[in-house]
């Protein structure tokens, strides 16, 4: 069981590109979840998936972040228009199933928008 | 706002010795969990309660729903212990999100 795996683990963009960060949870895990780290901020939820679908996204600055499970091994987080605040690590977790919401986290993505 | 409280934020303790670190929450929580992140930046899960009390080791977690909080005692610290601890639970009205605390820096002294 490699544990959660999230790609790249460093990403530099330009302000206004695109960025697109990969996860991939631990194999039967039903749940996904996307956290934002800053020291700011500290962990901010982001957004959630259980069984591919998505749940609460109530954490998800709308206009340029969303978020697809398009299969069961892997979650996206794309960034549209990348801007310097967007710059933090990227965390992603898994959990096995409702009532054993042990989360297992990735390694993380450190995105910086420069 | 801020569901989970965590204090304190910051704590040294030499090695040898220990202290209890607490989460309040301001609603009703389902269950909570305890992590320590590393030096490298990565979250251990150290605990997962839903009530009562776990020990692992050093480690022993407790967790109260009906006067909402949460503590994480260490006993007899190791310098492999420093790192920021963060406290996250799950509201019980049931939309699953789980909620981080700010963290509490712990460091370990020789």
């Known amino acids: 069981n490699a544990g959660v795996i999230q790609t790249p683990r460093h990403k530099v963009t330009g302000k206004g590109q695109e960025a697109t960060l990969w996860c991939e949870p631990i194999?039967?895990?039903?749940?996904v979840f996307w956290y934002r780290q800053t020291i700011v901020q500290g962990l901010e939820f982001l957004t959630y998936?259980?069984?591919?679908?998505?749940?609460?996204d109530s954490g998800m600055p709308k206009e340029r972040f969303s978020a697809q499970m398009p299969n069961q091994s892997h979650s996206t987080l794309k960034i549209q228009s990348t801007q310097p605040q967007d710059s933090a690590v990227y965390l992603c977790?898994?959990?096995?199933?409702?009532?054993?919401?042990?989360?297992?986290f990735g390694s993380g993505t450190r995105l910086t928008v420069l | 706002g801020d569901q989970v409280e965590q204090s304190p934020s910051a704590l040294s303790l030499h090695e040898g010795t220990g202290s209890a670190l607490r989460c309040n929450f301001t609603?009703?929580?389902?269950?909570v969990q305890w992590f320590q992140q590393n030096s490298r930046g990565s979250l251990i899960n150290l605990f997962y309660?839903?009530?009562g009390t776990k020990e692992n080791g050093r480690l022993k977690s407790t967790f109260n729903s009906k006067e909402s909080y949460s503590t994480l005692h260490i006993r007899d610290a190791q310098l492999e212990d420093s790192g920021t601890y963060f406290c996250?639970?799950?509201?019980?009205?049931?939309?699953?999100?789980?909620?981080f605390g700010a963290g509490t820096k712990l460091t370990i002294k020789p």
């Open positions: 194999s039967g895990h039903s749940a």
């Open positions: 609603t009703t929580m389902r269950a």
């Open positions: 998936f259980r069984n591919q679908a998505p749940i609460d």
């Open positions: 977790a898994s959990s096995l199933e409702r009532g054993s919401e042990t989360l297992y």
């Open positions: 996250a639970a799950e509201a019980n009205y049931g939309n699953e999100k789980i909620t």
């Open positions: 309660l839903a009530s």
